[in-house]
Nanobody, 122 residues
Framework: QVQVVESGGGLVQTGGSLRLSCAVS????????MGWFRQAPGKQREQREW??????????NYADSVKGRFTISRGNAENAVYLQMNSLKPEDTAVYYC?????????????WGQGTQVTVSS
């Protein structure tokens, strides 16, 4: 059973920083990519916003809304990913979800964590 667990959310003032962590366990396949998504208050699951992705090779991509402020990185263990969030704004307030995509070389699987709340006060 694959488990994805996020941590590190909290309440911070505008301009502050937070670091989110995500750990994946139970996967028997290599993880192709890992990423972060967020769901703002009042939004449905289908409106979850992509934030950043990092591949197994270390390539990163960011949404324009966070570029230059957020940094995604992978831990020494293949199944850990972090999101350093600086210069936070009230519009960054959301539940942040970690996404892991392991693959057996033929099929890519998709797993989500339960989310961690980030609240930025103005």
């Amino acid at each position: 059973q694959v488990q994805v667990v996020e941590s590190g959310g909290g309440l911070v003032q505008t301009g502050g920083s937070l670091r989110l962590s995500c750990a994946v366990s139970g996967s028997i396949f290599s993880i192709n990519s890992m990423g972060w998504f967020r769901q703002a208050p009042g939004k449905q699951r289908e409106q979850r916003e992509w934030v950043a992705t990092i591949t197994s090779g270390g390539s990163t991509n960011y949404a324009d809304s966070v570029k230059g402020r957020f940094t995604i990185s992978r831990g020494n263990a293949e199944n850990a990913v972090y999101l350093q969030m600086n210069s936070l704004k009230p519009e960054d307030t959301a539940v942040y979800y970690c996404n892991a995509r392991p693959s057996n070389g033929i099929q890519v699987y998709n797993y989500w964590g339960q989310g961690t709340q980030v609240t930025v006060s103005s």
